[in-house]
T-cell receptor
């Protein structure tokens, strides 16, 4: 099935550094989502973006919905050890009440204390 | 707890066997989704239920895969004649009514086909 292109695939950063990751698609989406997945758990929603150009923050996390509706980025400021995990972008789209979610390939984040 | 639960958490089976994976969604959620996550990949959509009916089963890879939700709550994903390539984490999610509402994921069932 289709998966969105996410970069970087993995990254090692020092605690306290800022992190940026992005996601691109060949398709237009109505909603962009960012999830975090810890080992042995399901993904947990971090941020949802509903409008092209929208910039939304959730604590140290900031995400933007690209103007073309085909891309999004996620920034994490002042990283801490508990930020370790895999981050997935996801696009949501469709007609009517049903909005199918398509996930990205993931960015694995490692934080060095 | 009040979250999505999945059983079993791990399942090891032999090639050719039949397996059933169970999902208990959040109480009151009418929408239920199954995803498959292979190692190093993001979740891939399999099937979406709205109430008791499968509203979108376009993600099921072939006719060995089938899912039911007879009473509109618990769902079972069934895999016949398992193959080694079926090994993956099978995730279930639910949302309040299937629109843009947040999907809440369970911890997944890790299936290993030997």
């Amino acid at each position: 099935g289709q998966q969105l292109n996410q970069s970087p695939q993995s990254m090692f950063i020092q605690e306290g550094e800022d992190v940026s990751m992005n996601c691109t698609s060949s398709s237009i989406f109505n909603t962009w989502l960012w999830y975090k997945q810890d080992p042995g758990e399901g993904p947990v929603l971090l941020i949802a973006l509903y409008k092209a150009g929208e910039l939304t923050s959730n604590g140290r996390l900031t995400a933007q919905f690209g103007i073309t509706r085909k891309d999004s980025f996620l920034n994490i400021s002042a990283s801490i050890p508990s930020d370790v995990g895999i981050y997935f972008c996801a696009g949501q789209g469709g007609s009517g009440g049903y909005q199918k979610v398509t996930f990205g390939t993931g960015t694995k984040l490692q934080v060095i204390p | 707890g009040a979250g999505v639960s999945q059983t079993p958490s791990n399942k090891v089976t032999e090639k050719g066997k039949y397996v059933e994976l169970r999902c208990d969604p959040i109480s009151g959620h009418t929408a239920l989704y199954w995803y498959r996550q292979s190692l190093g990949q993001g979740p891939e959509f399999l099937i979406y239920f709205q109430g008791t009916g499968a509203a979108d089963d376009s993600g099921l890879p072939n006719d060995r895969f089938f899912a039911v939700r007879p009473e509109g709550s618990v769902s079972t994903l069934k895999i016949q004649r398992t193959e080694r390539g079926d090994s993956a984490v099978y995730l279930c999610a639910s949302s309040s009514n299937g629109g843009i509402e947040t999907q809440y994921f369970g911890p997944g069932t890790r299936l290993l086909v030997l």
